[in-house]
């Protein structure tokens, strides 16, 4: 018996001393839990929930998700020609709508949703906000509906030599000092071809820092499945982006990532290009170029 109180001893004395003045924090008012869940994170405020009642109802009060919602939410959602925009019971409902279904705004110029997780904010820039070198020709670039899609058009590339495509925004639309990532958001028909050998050159970069980021991307290597990241052997040719397949049935594959400061002047540019080579490409189509933050 002696030689366990000595080892419970030893063991406190590695904890260091009981503390004589622990405070139950559960018994704080509704309103001070709310002040302390806001500065965490959505997702810390939904594992909250589980703690307690009391934890609970201030992790779900209007109070923490409207800290949770970008300042200027109501000025993005008045964009949007749904009827039910702002018809939810709490801001909870409304935060989490926004993160799971996207709202076309800007007379569907854009798509809006949030990270779901951060509760940053992102875009989605459609085919036609894209300047595509030949896009208006016919014998080159259609423009067809698709029902998958959340845009009315997508881009489908009959065929093409000179292949470039570009867009850009407005930074200030952004969340500031965030880290973002650009992604094509496309699918490639049984006949595609065209676009490994050489692959083409994506770009991004604002106007503010100055730099351009770029990498080569193959459109066409295996498709990482949600998920299975770390389970896709690459071939021998190594690119820093490969394909995902995402969720609402298209592919994704990241153009490249910059850092967000919050500049209201300054405009983020962004591209895929292959005009060196100039053999043709056929089968892609592009529903757009999603802007979103990085995870990790």
């Not at 009315?152 to 030599?161: I, K, N, Q, R, T």
Request: proline fraction near 6%; charged fraction near 25%.
């Amino acid at each position: 018996m002696r030689e366990r109180d000595m080892e419970i001893e030893r063991e406190g004395e590695r904890n260091g001393p009981p503390c004589a003045c622990a405070v139950d924090i559960s018994v704080l008012p509704e309103g001070c839990l709310s002040d302390i869940v806001a500065l965490t994170t959505p997702k810390d405020a939904c594992r909250a929930c589980a703690v307690s009642s009391t934890f609970r109802a201030a992790a779900e009060s209007n109070a923490v998700w409207e800290r949770f919602l970008p300042s200027d939410y109501q000025a993005i959602i008045a964009q949007s020609s749904s009827s039910d925009s702002l018809n939810f019971s709490s801001k909870k409902q409304l935060y989490l709508s926004l993160s799971d279904n996207p709202r076309l705004i800007d007379d569907n110029k854009k798509s809006f949703f949030l990270d779901k997780l951060s509760g940053k904010k992102c875009y989605h820039l459609p085919a036609r906000e894209l300047t595509i070198a030949w896009g208006d020709n016919p014998h080159y670039w259609r423009w067809v509906s698709l029902p998958e899609s959340r845009f009315p058009e997508v881009a489908e590339l009959h065929s093409v030599c000179w292949f470039d495509i570009n867009g850009k925004m407005s930074v200030s639309i952004l969340s500031p000092k965030t880290n973002y990532a650009a992604y094509l958001v496309y699918k490639l028909t049984e006949e595609a071809y065209g676009f490994n050998d050489p692959p083409p050159t994506a770009s991004i970069g604002t106007t503010g820092a100055g730099e351009v980021y770029e990498q080569t991307v193959s459109l066409d290597l295996p498709i990482v499945e949600p998920g299975q990241e770390d389970q896709v052997v690459l071939p021998q040719q190594q690119h820093t982006s490969r394909p995902k397949q995402r969720n609402d049935g298209w592919l994704e594959i990241e153009l490249g990532q910059f850092f967000n400061e919050g500049g209201e002047v300054d405009e983020l540019q962004f591209g895929l290009k292959e005009v060196k080579v100039l053999w043709d490409k056929s089968g892609l189509i592009v529903e757009g170029i999603e802007i979103r933050p990085t995870r990790g």
